[in-house]
């Protein structure tokens, strides 16, 4: 698990909701957790990868778009998320997508992405395709 807070208390009367976005990770390549503000999407998200982290062999990550302002840096904060490093010359989504390329299989929730969902999604579709990730529960309220 890697940039997950630490859980500082149980997470309790949510299990059918667990059961059902770890049920759809099975299934779906992306799973998108909406709803409004303040519901405990983030919570879920979290918990759903503490639960399903061993499926994937190249972890469960997290990358948190909430302090994100420019649209023009999600592609930056995903590849920080992931560790992986921007390479000279190349544009950053070639980066992430030849990186992610070698991967398993790997969770990614990303958080608080509404305020950027149609930069945030445009390079997940290029990016994500193709490979073993998963993009995964990117808890954004509607």
Request: aromatic share 4%; glycine share 10%; charged share 15%.
């Amino acid at each position: 698990m890697h940039g997950f807070p630490a859980a500082l208390t149980r997470f309790v009367g949510r299990e059918e909701a667990v059961r059902d976005v770890a049920g759809l990770l099975e299934e779906f390549r992306l799973v998108t957790v909406t709803g409004p503000g303040g519901m405990g999407k983030t919570r879920l998200a979290g918990q759903v990868a503490r639960q399903v982290a061993a499926r994937f062999t190249d972890g469960a990550w997290l990358a948190e778009l909430a302090p994100v302002r420019d649209p023009a840096q999600v592609a930056a904060v995903v590849a920080a998320a992931l560790g992986i490093q921007e390479q000279s010359g190349t544009p950053l989504a070639d980066t992430l997508a030849q990186a992610l390329a070698g991967q398993q299989l790997l969770l990614l929730v990303v958080d608080n992405c509404e305020h950027v969902l149609g930069t945030a999604s445009a390079p997940s579709a290029r990016t994500w395709t193709g490979y073993g990730t998963r993009p995964a529960a990117a808890a954004a309220p509607t």
